[in-house]
């Protein structure tokens, strides 16, 4: 397949938690083997790295190595390591290659300040569940990125789960929602288990169950196009026993909460977008 055969090198710079999770997600997907993958960290003693050595990634500490050997370069570091990171590995960038980054607040502006004129670049948010192509991620790309290009961050962000391109002012809010998205689940899952606990149910039994309700819940949201609203009508009878939960959780405010809970973080990613002018800046670490 045409597609498949342009995947054949893939570069990470930064080993972290989201690279690797995007990595073995196209790993898994068959895009690419592992060893055509050449990802980065700070040292050769990062454990990040050593991680990533156990996937059977190729790796090094040598950023301009991973921009050599690669024909899509994943930039997967904090974001305020993106822009030293990327006027150091400039002078080996290649206009046949496309630079994908994932830094929260990272502007397309900001990453073609730093790379050489003319470089395909796209900004994207996914989330940490692409390691099990259940990802939802989000992308917007500079003037330079069309046609064939589109056609690759599509078939590469498809294979991890959902891709979708939007236009770029959403990003911060996306970031909120979708990126971080997958910890309020955690949270919320973890919570739920712990009632289950509270009520004489173990906590690895509960786990297991709610996990699976809430992969049921959504299946019927994206399936069967009831609004969430009917479908919680559709649990609670009249006097039963799920009206006096959503009683509870209602006094106490929950949906504000969440609301507030994806507000505060879009929030804290615009912060970072306002603060990104393309320099490291110790002000992205949160006083
Ligand atoms: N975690 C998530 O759920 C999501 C994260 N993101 C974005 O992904 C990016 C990475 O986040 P995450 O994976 O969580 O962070 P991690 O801290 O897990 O990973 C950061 C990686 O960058 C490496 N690194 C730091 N400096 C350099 C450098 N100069 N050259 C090469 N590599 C370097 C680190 O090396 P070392 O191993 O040596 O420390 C580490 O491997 C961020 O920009 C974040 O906004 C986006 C969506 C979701
Ligand atoms: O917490 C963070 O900053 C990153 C970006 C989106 C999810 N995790």
């Known amino acids: 397949m045409r597609m498949a055969a342009r995947l054949y090198s893939i570069g990470f710079l930064g080993s972290g938690k989201m690279a690797t999770a995007m990595a073995r997600g196209l790993i898994s997907a068959g895009l690419v083997r592992p060893e055509d993958i ?27 190595e991973v921009v050599r050997r690669s024909s899509v370069v994943w930039i997967a570091t904090k974001p ?56 939802v991620t989000v992308y917007s790309r500079n003037g330079t990125v069309n046609g064939e290009d589109k056609e690759l961050v599509e078939h590469m962000l498809g294979s991890v789960g959902l891709g979708m391109e939007m236009p770029e002012h959403y990003m911060d809010i996306i970031t909120g929602l979708t990126g971080c998205g997958p910890s309020y689940m955690y949270v919320m899952l973890d919570a739920l288990a712990d009632g289950g606990v509270y009520a004489g149910i173990p906590k690895e039994i509960g786990l297991r169950l709610i996990a699976h309700t809430m992969i049921g819940a959504a299946k019927m949201v994206l399936e069967n196009g009831k609004h969430p609203q009917e479908l919680k009508d559709d649990v609670c009878s009249p006097a039963g026993t799920s009206i006096q939960a959503i009683r509870t959780l209602e006094k106490a405010g929950f949906r504000g909460i969440v609301m507030d809970a994806v507000h505060a973080a879009s929030k804290r990613a615009l912060e970072l977008s306002r603060l990104d002018n393309g320099e490291t800046k110790d002000v992205y670490v949160k006083r």
Request: proline letters at 6%; hydrophobic letters at 35%; aromatic letters at 2%.
């Open 38 to 64: 050449t990802a980065s960290a700070t040292s050769d003693t990062s454990l990040n790295l050593q991680r990533m050595k156990g996937h059977g990634v190729r790796v090094t500490s040598d950023n301009s």
């Open 80 to 135: 305020h390591t993106v822009a030293p990171v990327l006027r150091e590995i400039s002078p080996v960038v290649r206009r046949d290659q496309l630079f994908v980054s994932v830094a929260a607040g990272t502007t397309l502006n900001s990453l073609a300040k730093n790379l050489p004129e003319g470089t395909k670049v796209v900004r994207c948010m996914p989330n940490t569940p692409v390691v099990v192509r259940s990802g």
